[in-house]
């Protein structure tokens, strides 16, 4: 139950800053996936990859952890903003070599987050992944 806790807080935090930076910061709007990646990919690629990810869940029937929870919020956070926007919201600067502005996004930080957490417990726990 902690978990989906976990995923409505990061869920509502991402929404809400968004909707502050939208107000008052400097945003880009992001039309591919992660980091600005591959633009032009129709929205219902998303739809598909967030299912499959959902599905692989369900089918290996892996527990909801934290790492987990990080994925999914984030996966719903930019959900959200594809359905309702048709692009997600990216406001937090990130320095990155070569490229000018870089932005993301706090559904980006828990997306990321919560891979290495899955990444760390697969080797960790081989056998329950």
């Not at 499959?52 to 956070?77: E, H, N, P």
């Not at 320095?95 to 891979?115: C, E, H």
Request: aromatic share 18%; proline share 5%; charged share 15%.
């Amino acid at each position: 139950m902690k978990n989906i806790f976990i995923i409505l807080y990061v869920v509502t935090i991402d929404q809400a800053t968004k909707f502050l930076a939208v107000i008052h910061l400097e945003w880009k709007s992001n039309t591919g996936i992660s980091f600005g990646i591959f633009p032009s990919l129709p929205v219902w690629v998303f739809f598909a990859l967030t299912f499959a990810m959902l599905l692989y869940k369900v089918q290996c029937r892996t527990k909801l952890d934290f790492g987990w929870s990080l994925f999914v919020a984030g996966m719903i956070g930019n959900l959200i903003d594809r359905i309702h926007l048709s692009y997600v919201i990216d406001w937090i600067p990130f320095p990155f070599p070569f490229i000018d502005r870089l932005y993301i996004n706090i559904a980006d930080i828990a997306l990321i987050m919560g891979f290495v957490c899955i990444i760390m417990s697969d080797f960790k726990n081989p056998s329950e992944s």
